[in-house]
């Protein structure tokens, strides 16, 4: 009863039945956890290629994981929050900011490599956002 409720309010969105946001969720999730798994395990040749340091690699590798496992799991599930939607859509958004800043201000004494790295996983990111927010749409209007 408590579910037909929270449905008929509208907080929810069915993820199983909306394709775009159910695969934009699993695989910025997939993405997301391995991307960070190899942040992990691999940060010091990573350091060494992309000239960040392994004190900001191992953290947001972390983050990046458990992350991506929580997309993962939301993708499987039958319903969402809608507010948990937007949440990862502004992070992925955040992600994104924070990526273009880092590349422009140098911060870090990033090589070409790291910066072209930065900016590309921004677009990739960018591109996981637009395709939730889409997802989203179509949630609501169904």
């Known amino acids: 009863m408590a579910m037909d409720t929270i449905n008929r309010a509208g907080n929810v969105v069915r993820v199983r039945e909306n394709p775009l946001l159910r695969w934009a969720l699993e695989i910025d999730g997939a993405v997301s956890a391995l991307n960070g798994l190899a942040y992990v395990v691999a940060a010091g040749a990573l350091s060494d290629l992309l000239g960040l340091p392994t004190a900001l690699l ?22 969402v929050g809608r507010a948990v939607v937007r949440t990862v859509i502004v992070l992925n958004a955040l992600w994104v900011a924070d990526s273009i800043v880092v590349a422009a201000s140098g911060w870090f004494d990033a090589s070409t490599a790291g910066i072209v790295w930065i900016l590309l996983q921004a677009a990739v990111v960018a591109g996981f956002a637009v395709a939730q927010a889409g997802g989203l749409r179509r949630a609501i209007a169904a």
């Open 58 to 79: 191992v953290p947001a590798g972390a983050f990046l994981v458990v992350y991506g496992l929580v997309l993962v799991a939301m993708s499987m599930r039958s319903t």
